[in-house]
C-alpha cells in the first residue's frame, strides 16, 4: 500500500463504488485525515517566513540582483514572443538563480498561514525553481503588460482557499499598483479595484461551487455536520455576477471529502459517507462531477456572457512519513523530476474528472463562440512537495504538530499559476506579437 497524500490507497484507480468495506475505511480516514487540517487551514481564525536551501545533491545557485529578474523586466524581456504550439504544462522545474517577485514585507495580502517567510521556516530552496515547459519559455510575470490586457475588465476567482492561493499570488504580483479594496452589498465578497487601469478582480468563496446548505440533523458518528450539495442548481452567490465579469477561474476539491447529502431537482439521491446504511452511497466523485458541470454550465449558458472561463485543475498535497494525525510532514526541500513521481489513486480521479467536464463545457461553448481554457497546474505541482507551509503557517510559540501540506507557501510556485494565467491571456488579446509594452 502507498500513501499518495494524506490517505492509503492502492496504485491506480480507487474502486469506491465496488467494494463496501473499503468504502467504510477509505471514507472514515477521509474525515479524519482530510478534513481537519483543510477545514482549520480555511479558516485563518481557527489557526492562528526566508528559505535557506539545504541539499546534498545540488551545489549553491548563483546570486542575481533583483533589477534583473523582477517582474519590471525590460520591455523585449517581457515582450517575448509566444510560441502558440507550446504544451505549457509538461516540463520540468529547473534551478532559478532569481529573487522572488515579492516577499512577505512587500505585500500584505499574505494569509498567515501560508507566510512560511514569517514564520522562519529554515530553508530558502523553494524559491529557487523555476517551471520550464519542454517546447518552450514561460514568460515571466511582468505587471505592466498583465495590466495592458486586462485593463477595463474584470476577473473572478470561484472555489475554495486553493483559488484563494491563487488569488493571493496574483494580488501579491501586482502589489506595487495602487488598489482599492471593498466588499461587495452582500457584505461577504471581496473586491479589489485597480482605478489607474479600472481593472477589477473579485473572490467568491464557494467551495462546491453549486448551492448547499448545512444538514440540520444531528452529526451521529460524524466528525463534521453534513451538508447538502444541490448539484445541479447554481450557487447564486456568484452566479448572478456572471454577465459583468470577463474572466472566470473556476477551481475547487478538498471540501468534497466532507460528508454530503446529493440533491438533484429538489430531491436527495444518494450521499458520500452519510453512514447511513438506508441511503446510497454515491461516492465524492458523483457530487464533484456534476458540481463542476452544473458551474460550467451557468457560465455557458448565460446569454449576457461573453469572456474567457478558465478551469485550473487540481492541486496535489505532498504528506509523507504518514497521514496529518500520524506526524506526517512535508520536508523535502527540491522539486521530484517528472520521473520521479506519477500522479495516481484519488488525485488522478479528481483530475480526470475536471478534464471530463472541461471538455463537454468547451464544447458546449463553442456553439455559442464562448472561450473555456485549461489552467493545467497538476502535473507541475504535483512535482513540487517543497513548496508548502509545513509547520511554517504560524508562529513557532503555538507549537503545533499538524503540518499544512495541501496549500503554498507565498511567494512559492503559486506564483506560476499566473505565469500560466498571463501566457493565456496574452495569446487570447489583440496585442501584436512585437508590440511595445508601454
Not at 211 to 227: A, C, M, S, Y
Not at 345 to 356: C, D, I, P, S
Not at 358 to 363: D, G, L, P, V, Y
Request: hydrophobic share 35%; charged share 25%; with cysteine.
Amino acid at each position: 500500500m502507498k500513501k499518495p497524500h494524506l490517505i492509503e490507497v492502492p496504485h491506480g484507480r480507487i474502486a469506491l463504488s465496488n467494494t463496501p468495506k473499503l468504502i467504510l475505511i477509505v471514507t472514515f480516514s477521509l474525515i479524519l485525515i482530510t478534513i481537519v487540517p483543510i477545514f482549520l487551514f480555511d479558516y485563518p481564525s481557527l489557526i492562528s517566513s526566508s528559505f535557506t536551501f539545504h541539499s546534498n545533491n545540488l551545489s549553491p545557485l548563483p546570486s542575481s540582483s533583483l533589477a534583473e529578474y523582477s517582474n519590471e523586466a525590460s520591455p523585449s524581456l517581457s515582450a517575448a514572443t509566444v510560441t502558440k504550439k507550446c504544451d505549457l504544462f509538461k516540463g520540468e522545474w529547473v534551478p532559478f538563480p532569481g529573487e522572488p517577485y515579492y516577499t512577505n514585507e512587500t505585500c500584505g495580502e499574505i494569509y498567515d498561514h501560508q507566510n512560511c517567510l514569517k514564520f522562519g521556516r529554515p530553508d530558502t530552496g523553494f524559491l529557487k525553481w523555476r517551471w520550464k515547459p519542454y517546447e518552450c519559455e514561460l514568460t515571466r510575470f511582468n505587471t505592466m503588460l498583465f495590466f495592458k490586457i486586462v485593463r477595463g475588465k474584470s476577473l473572478a476567482f470561484v472555489g475554495d482557499s486553493m483559488a484563494r492561493n491563487q488569488l493571493q499570488s496574483l494580488l501579491c504580483l501586482l502589489s506595487k499598483v495602487p488598489v482599492d479594496v471593498s466588499y461587495l452589498p452582500d457584505g461577504k465578497t471581496k473586491r479589489w479595484l485597480y482605478t489607474d487601469y479600472n481593472f477589477t478582480i473579485i473572490f467568491f468563496w464557494s467551495p462546491h461551487l453549486v448551492k448547499t446548505t448545512e444538514d440540520d440533523r444531528p452529526k451521529g458518528p460524524l466528525l463534521f455536520p453534513l451538508v447538502n450539495i444541490y448539484v445541479d442548481e447554481f450557487d447564486k452567490s456568484w452566479t448572478n455576477q456572471i454577465p459583468k465579469l470577463d474572466y472566470v477561474i473556476v477551481s475547487a476539491a478538498q471540501w468534497f471529502w466532507r460528508p454530503s447529502m446529493f440533491y438533484e431537482k429538489g430531491k436527495m439521491v444518494g450521499c458520500f459517507d452519510c453512514k447511513d446504511k438506508n441511503i446510497k452511497d454515491l461516492t465524492l466523485f458523483y457530487g464533484y462531477s456534476r458540481a463542476f458541470r452544473t458551474a460550467l454550465r451557468a457560465i455557458y449558458e448565460d446569454q449576457n456572457f461573453n469572456g474567457i472561463t478558465f478551469l485550473r485543475t487540481y492541486s496535489p498535497g505532498h504528506f509523507d512519513n504518514g497521514a496529518w494525525n500520524e506526524g506526517g510532514t512535508c520536508t523535502k526541500t527540491r522539486p521530484y523530476m517528472s520521473n520521479e513521481k506519477k500522479l495516481e489513486g484519488f488525485e488522478e480521479w479528481f483530475y480526470k474528472t475536471q478534464l471530463e467536464e472541461f471538455r463537454t463545457a468547451e464544447s458546449e461553448g463553442k456553439k455559442r463562440g464562448l472561450k473555456f481554457r485549461l489552467l493545467d497546474t497538476t502535473q507541475a505541482m504535483l512535482l513540487r512537495p517543497d513548496g508548502h507551509p509545513g509547520l511554517y503557517g504560524h508562529p513557532p510559540e503555538e507549537k503545533r504538530n499538524v503540518s499544512d501540506c495541501v496549500h503554498w507557501c507565498l511567494p512559492g510556485p503559486t506564483d506560476t499559476w499566473n505565469e500560466f494565467l498571463l501566457h493565456i491571456l496574452r495569446m487570447e488579446s489583440e496585442i501584436t506579437e512585437t508590440e511595445t509594452i508601454r
